[in-house]
């Protein structure tokens, strides 16, 4: 699988080990981050991450900021992107298998490497159930999204 992974500068540190973990995992990482604790704006760094996930250059897109609050909330403004906060194995696959999450986000000063592994492959392991209860629902977050975009062009 093709991931993108973007970090701003307080991720930077958390940066290294996570793309060795996913390309131990056999996924190919097209870094969008920052190359150092030098600061930058998470908005830019999420956006360019996740656009690759909207135009098909990557199935999923994996945040580390300091936090990972700050990559959720930008990258949830982004139409056709569903990013969790993933401090956790569990929340990290019925965040793809319920609500079709292609973006994980999570917080370098939060998290520790053993369980940033392990939420990692969970995440990407994942399936969206595909059923009809998770498909009407992911849909309904779809129309939300777009009444939202048609809201805000209303307002323009």
Same mark, same amino acid.
């Given at each position: 699988?093709? #991931?993108?992974?973007? *970090?701003?500068?307080?991720?930077?540190?958390?940066?290294?080990?996570?793309?060795?973990?996913?390309?131990?995992?056999?996924?190919?990482?097209?870094?969008?981050?920052?190359?150092?604790?030098?600061?930058?704006?998470?908005?830019?760094?999420?956006? +360019?991450?996740?656009?690759?996930?909207?135009?098909?250059?990557?199935?999923?897109?994996?945040?580390?900021?300091?936090?990972?609050?700050?990559?959720?909330? +930008?990258?949830?403004?982004?139409?056709?992107?569903?990013?969790?906060?993933?401090?956790?194995?569990?929340?990290?696959?019925?965040?793809?298998?319920?609500?079709?999450? *292609?973006? #994980?986000?999570?917080? +370098?000063?939060? #998290?520790?490497?053993?369980? +940033?592994?392990?939420?990692?492959?969970?995440?990407?392991?994942?399936?969206?159930? *595909?059923?009809?209860?998770? #498909?009407?629902?992911?849909?309904?977050?779809?129309?939300?999204?777009?009444?939202?975009?048609?809201?805000?062009?209303?307002?323009?």
């Amino acid at each position: 699988m093709k #991931i993108a992974l973007g *970090n701003d500068h307080a991720g930077f540190p958390l940066k290294s080990f996570v793309q060795s973990v996913l390309e131990d995992l056999g996924h190919e990482v097209i870094d969008c981050g920052a190359p150092s604790e030098a600061p930058v704006d998470f908005p830019d760094i999420t956006r +360019a991450t996740c656009d690759l996930v909207r135009t098909g250059e990557a199935e999923r897109a994996v945040l580390v900021c300091g936090t990972g609050v700050g990559a959720v909330m +930008a990258a949830n403004k982004i139409p056709g992107i569903r990013c969790a906060l993933g401090h956790d194995v569990y929340s990290a696959h019925q965040s793809v298998e319920h609500d079709d999450a *292609n973006a #994980i986000a999570m917080g +370098a000063w939060l #998290i520790g490497r053993a369980t +940033a592994k392990e939420v990692l492959q969970s995440f990407l392991d994942a399936k969206f159930d *595909n059923d009809e209860d998770t #498909i009407r629902r992911v849909q309904k977050l779809r129309e939300m999204e777009l009444e939202g975009a048609r809201e805000l062009a209303a307002e323009i």
